[in-house]
């Protein structure tokens, strides 16, 4: 509750100083190359699962007119109309922020979310440039912008502006195009959600094999903490051949003494819980098969939620617009059927008939299992004892149906 008073708190006091914020960052010619830093904020993870994988933003201070101004590029409305939905359907529009820094490190400092600043080496050309450029999407109608998690989000997009300001070309010291790097979307999904295994296996339900393919490290940049480290061995080669670093200085400005470990979640895990529930049916189905008992509520209650969870997949794979979703192969183990053909299904099983749909899934999620390791893409482990309790119970049917033969 506290926190969301200060989220409250944090809102009001961004509607009310955004637009003197904004409205003070006109460049005037008076204004030397000395008066003006412009610097790149990079922000460490959060609790949250949107906070997880950090922050990026620009901070813009003009000494001689008292402006300390932070762009944000990461603001969105969770009160917007059908946001859930849209959400899904990946048409999540997020804006551009302008805030005073104070606020913004009073901010991070009582989430105990440390902060980094790298002073851009920028000419005052460059510098004026990157302000009215910041200025131009600020106009209400250029700073609502289509977030996607990958390609557009608000690590990249300040990337993006500080290259476009560039008088030259900006150097990279790595490769930033050669994808033979053994690194996917994947990897650094589960890098930065450890300590979440309820986030990471959410993820990892959703997200598909696409993101099992090797990308180049332009694309991870789309992690703020990849922005931060390419930048600091970054160059300028200025039209006149001089190169110059792009960072001048590199500096924590906000210190909590808050470490990964101290926003990890805890409880059961997702493994945790589906070998409990693997016990729980196993045991259940042994009792029934020794017992004659079709034990259908079992089914009725695995068949439901896997249809469920299926209806969700089947959604991202032909609706969403979010990057990597399709093709998903966990659509073998939760798909849609399950609910279609779950009254004929349970209909049978309850009279110890042969299902033909228990038999296809028996079929199905033999082969899932079989050939897990050269399916190209990652699974979460914890979905392995999930398709078996499925398989158990068609496994089940096909027993006592031919036991009452």
Same mark, same amino acid.
Not at 133 to 152: A, C, K, S, W
Not at 279 to 293: E, R, W
Not at 344 to 371: A, D, E, H, P
């Given at each position: 509750m506290k926190r969301n008073i200060l989220i409250i708190i944090y809102v009001i006091l961004f509607s009310l100083c955004a637009p003197q914020a904004i409205a003070q960052t006109q460049t005037q010619q008076g204004d030397t190359p000395d008066s003006i830093r412009i610097s790149l904020l990079t922000c460490a993870s959060g609790e949250e699962i949107y906070s997880l994988f950090g922050h990026t933003a620009i901070r813009y201070e003009n000494?001689?007119?008292?402006?300390?101004?932070?762009?944000?590029?990461?603001?969105?409305?969770?009160?917007?109309?059908?946001?859930?939905?849209?959400?899904?359907?990946?048409?999540?529009?997020?804006?551009?922020?302008? $805030?005073?820094y104070e606020r913004f490190a009073a901010e991070y400092d009582y989430f105990g979310r440390d902060v980094? =600043?790298?002073?851009?080496?920028?000419? =005052?050309?460059?510098?004026?440039?990157?302000?009215?450029?910041? =200025?131009?999407?600020?106009?209400?109608?250029?700073?609502?912008?289509?977030?996607?998690?990958?390609?557009?989000?608000?690590?990249?997009?300040?990337?993006?502006? @500080?290259?476009k300001t560039i008088n030259g070309s900006l150097e990279y010291a790595d490769n930033m195009t050669d994808t033979q790097t053994g690194i996917t979307f994947r990897d650094l999904l589960h890098r930065y959600t450890e300590g979440h295994p309820w986030s990471r296996f959410g993820i990892d339900l959703c997200i598909g094999s696409q993101a099992d393919k090797p990308i180049n490290r332009r694309l991870? &940049?789309?992690?703020?903490?990849?922005?931060?480290?390419?930048?600091?061995?970054?160059?300028?080669?200025?039209?006149?051949?001089?190169?110059?670093?792009?960072?001048?200085?590199?500096?924590?400005?906000?210190?909590?003494?808050?470490?990964?470990?101290?926003? =990890?979640?805890?409880?059961?895990?997702? &493994?945790?819980?589906?070998?409990?529930?693997? @016990?729980?049916?196993? $045991?259940?189905?042994?009792?029934?098969?020794?017992?004659?008992?079709?034990?259908?509520?079992?089914?009725l209650i695995l068949f439901?939620?896997?249809?469920?969870?299926?209806? *969700?997949?089947?959604?991202?794979?032909?609706?969403?617009?979010?990057?990597? *979703?399709?093709?998903?192969?966990?659509?073998? *183990?939760?798909?849609?059927?399950?609910?279609?053909?779950?009254?004929? &299904?349970?209909?049978? *099983?309850?009279?110890?008939?042969?299902?033909?749909?228990?038999?296809?899934?028996? @079929?199905?999620?033999?082969?899932?299992?079989?050939?897990?390791?050269?399916?190209?893409q990652e699974f979460d482990l914890a979905v392995l004892p999930l398709a078996l309790c499925l398989l158990i119970r068609s496994a089940s049917n096909l027993i006592l149906s031919y036991k009452r033969k």
């Open positions: 000494y001689t007119r008292g402006i300390d101004a932070v762009f944000n590029y990461g603001m969105f409305n969770f009160n917007t109309p059908n946001f859930i939905f849209r959400f899904a359907l990946g048409e999540t529009d997020y804006q551009l922020g302008v $805030t005073d980094w =600043q790298q002073t851009l080496n920028l000419s =005052q050309e460059e510098k004026t440039r990157l302000v009215n450029l910041l =200025q131009e999407n600020y106009l209400p109608e250029n700073r609502v912008y289509r977030y996607n998690f990958f390609y557009d989000n608000c690590a990249t997009r300040p990337r993006d502006l @500080i290259e991870m &940049m789309f992690i703020p903490f990849y922005v931060q480290e390419f930048f600091n061995k970054a160059q300028i080669a200025d039209t006149t051949g001089q190169v110059r670093p792009l960072v001048a200085a590199d500096e924590k400005v906000v210190t909590t003494g808050s470490t990964a470990a101290d926003h =990890q979640s805890g409880g059961i895990t997702p &493994m945790q819980a589906s070998l409990l529930l693997f @016990i729980i049916v196993t $045991t259940a189905t042994i009792y029934g098969i020794s017992k004659g008992k079709t034990l259908w509520g079992v089914d439901l939620a896997a249809g469920l969870a299926g209806c *969700v997949l089947a959604f991202l794979v032909l609706f969403s617009q979010h990057p990597a *979703v399709s093709p998903n192969y966990l659509l073998f *183990v939760f798909h849609p059927l399950h609910l279609l053909c779950l009254p004929c &299904m349970l209909n049978k *099983v309850r009279k110890k008939k042969l299902s033909q749909y228990m038999l296809g899934n028996f @079929i199905v999620l033999t082969l899932f299992i079989g050939l897990w390791a050269i399916i190209p």
